[in-house]
Every structure is written in C-alpha cells, then in structure tokens.
T-cell receptor, first 113, second 116 residues
Framework: GEDVEQSLFLSVREGDSSVINCTYT??????LYWYKQEPGAGLQLLTY?????DMKQDQRLTVLLNKKDKHLSLRIADTQTGDSAIYFC?????????????FGAGTRLAVHP | DGGITQSPKYLFRKEGQNVTLSCEQN?????MYWYRQDPGQGLRLIYY???????QKGDIAEGYSVSREKKESFPLTVTSAQKNPTAFYLC???????????????FGPGTRLLVL
C-alpha cells in the first residue's frame, strides 16, 4: 500500500546538524521530495532527488537515499532558528496517468538556543 | 513574479452553505491540484486537473467540486455535503512530463476554512 512515514518531532540546538528521516513504500518511485512548511503558510519545495541517485547536496542541505531500505533523509547543517518548521517527505507514484505525490505526516523541527 | 495565489486567506462557512476557494497560477503549468491538510497529518488529494476542461477525483473528493475553464485557474467549491470542512486547503501546480522534474509540484500559500 501507499505509506510514507516520518518521526513527528525533532529538537536541536542552534548551530548543530539536524537529520530528518523518512521511509517510503513504493520502490518504483521516480522522485522523492522534501518540502518545508512554516506556520500558516503553504509548502515550499526544498529539494528533490531522482531515485537512481544516492546523494544530493545543495548548500546546507544534504539528501541521502537508500533505495534498498526505502529510506530517505534530509540533513540540515548549521541549523538556524529560521529552520524551525514542519518538513514533509513525499514520494512520487505514477498512477492514473499522472505523477501522484504521497506525503508523510511531517516532522516538526524545533531549534533552540 | 511567477507564482500561485490563493484567496481568501481565511474563509468562514455557515452550515448549509457552499463556499468557493480561488487558486490562480501564472507559471504556465498544465496541471493543478487541491489538497486538504488537517493538523498532524500529511496532505490528502481532493481533485486534480492535467488539462483545461478535464479533472479527476483524488482520494477525498466527496463533498467537493472543481472546474477548470482556464489554464490559470482551478477553483474549489466546498459544498454543504462536506460535513467536516474545517481544514487548511492548499492548491498546487506542475508541468506534465511523464516522471521528470517538470512534474514537481509548487504550492500556494493556502486558505484556512472555518465553520461558524
């Protein structure tokens, strides 16, 4: 079935690294995404990774993909208070003629001094 | 500035009333989507449209209706048949490209619907 799972909450100290984990179910997913949602706002695309890659780096963000274990992680280096938000993992599944996104429930990241 | 706009930011519905949420995009995207977000849950797909004058039901379409008369616009109507409409509604758009980065979805700022 379709299921994307994430831990619900993560607390880190400012300046430390944050690692947000996600597991997904569909091994045929072509792309996996990370979105950020600040309070009362829409989802902002952070990054995505193609399923034949195992790592992607973009400034402070590093995405690791373990396709064998269907595990995706997002590492944020030098975490700042502005990184406090909910982070959603999503996998794409080709269904009904289009690329459907399946979202996890989101991980709330709290950054404290 | 290219982007997706949703209005209003907050919307109040009385019992038995239909209300319409607006979504407009100027990204020249063919596909548009409506999602519902409830606290502590991921997004659930209500309806999507890949081309003008065509749309498909998502996972939770009951109590909702949509139209797609223009490429730029995809309004969502929450009907009186939707018994639990209080939620945050997000509109998104994307290109159509058979499993390519073109299909990455971009989101609007959302509309919060509250029942009086």
């Amino acid at each position: 079935g379709e299921d994307v799972e994430q831990s619900l909450f993560l607390s880190v100290r400012e300046g430390d690294s944050s690692v947000i984990n996600c597991t997904y179910t569909d091994s045929s997913s072509t792309y996996l995404y990370w979105y950020k949602q600040e309070p009362g706002a829409g989802l902002q695309l952070l990054t995505y990774i193609f399923s034949n890659m195992d790592m992607k780096q973009d400034q402070r963000l590093t995405v690791l993909l373990n396709k064998k274990d269907k595990h995706l992680s997002l590492r944020i280096a030098d975490t700042q208070t502005g990184d406090s938000a909910i982070y959603f993992c999503a996998e794409s599944q080709f269904s009904g003629g289009y690329n459907k996104l399946i979202f996890g429930a989101g991980t709330r990241l709290a950054v404290h001094p | 500035d290219g982007g997706i706009t949703q209005s209003p930011k907050y919307l109040f519905r009385k019992e038995g009333q239909n209300v319409t949420l607006s979504c407009e995009q100027n990204l020249n995207h063919d596909a548009m989507y409506w999602y519902r977000q409830d606290p502590g849950q991921g997004l659930r797909l209500i309806y999507y449209s890949q081309i003008v004058n065509d749309f498909q039901k998502g996972d939770i379409a009951e109590g909702y209706s949509v139209s797609r008369e223009k490429k730029e616009s995809f309004p969502l109507t929450v009907t009186s048949a939707q018994k639990n409409p209080t939620a945050f509604y997000l509109c998104a758009s994307s290109g159509v490209g058979g499993g390519t980065p073109q299909e990455t979805q971009y989101f609007g700022p959302g509309t919060r619907l509250l029942v009086l």
